[in-house]
């Protein structure tokens, strides 16, 4: 094995390891590998066989190939103008992360005072959470009223009509986080 390789397997196997909060004995155990064994992946030093390599992948949970690639960087940073923006009406809507969470769908609401949108059911059995960090936004579900001020949460069933509104003066700021359901799940 070159020493780049053996280097770049040796940081993986000790990252990964320190990531999941593990000593090197912890990590031995559960690759049922000998902890020398286990400490020379780490040193850079090891000319580990296939078999032990595979023991220690499945031990960490990641393929062969994550031992044996070049480090990914740990943090990305995303300007604000690579992360989706829509406006739908007078409504100002972004998403909250550059990638998605499955299951999960995740978004800054700004309204401006005045402002109205009707929100668009999801799946039956979808479980949304609005909160409103700025300013005051009235929001309608199946024809109850809530007014959130700063603060404050409402959950809902996202399955039903709902919309929003900025009733205010001033613009008003909330984040929409809606937890899908599978369409296998329902009946």
């Not at 007078?90 to 299951?103: N, S």
């Not at 005072?113 to 929100?119: E, V």
Request: aromatic share 4%; with cysteine.
């Amino acid at each position: 094995m070159s020493d780049e390789l053996s280097g770049r397997l040796a940081d993986n196997v000790r990252q990964l390891r320190s990531a999941r909060g593990k000593t090197q004995q912890q990590m031995a155990k559960l690759a049922g590998l000998p902890r020398a064994t286990w400490a020379n992946l780490e040193s850079g030093g090891a000319n580990p066989t296939l078999s032990v390599l595979h023991a220690a992948a499945a031990a960490l949970a990641v393929s062969l190939e994550e031992l044996l690639a070049p480090p990914r960087a740990t943090g990305r940073h995303y300007p604000r103008a690579d992360l989706v923006e829509k406006v739908r009406g007078q409504v100002r809507i972004r998403k909250l992360l550059p990638d998605p969470v499955p299951g999960m769908e995740m978004e800054r609401l700004e309204l401006p005072p005045g402002a109205r949108m009707t929100g668009v059911p999801h799946t039956p059995g979808t479980r949304e959470y609005l909160t409103c960090e700025r300013g005051q936004i009235e929001l309608t579900a199946s024809g109850e009223p809530f007014v959130l001020k700063p603060g404050d949460v409402v959950a809902f069933r996202g399955d039903q009509r709902h919309g929003y509104a900025n009733r205010g003066a001033k613009a008003a700021v909330g984040y929409s986080v809606v937890v899908l359901v599978s369409p296998h799940a329902v009946a």
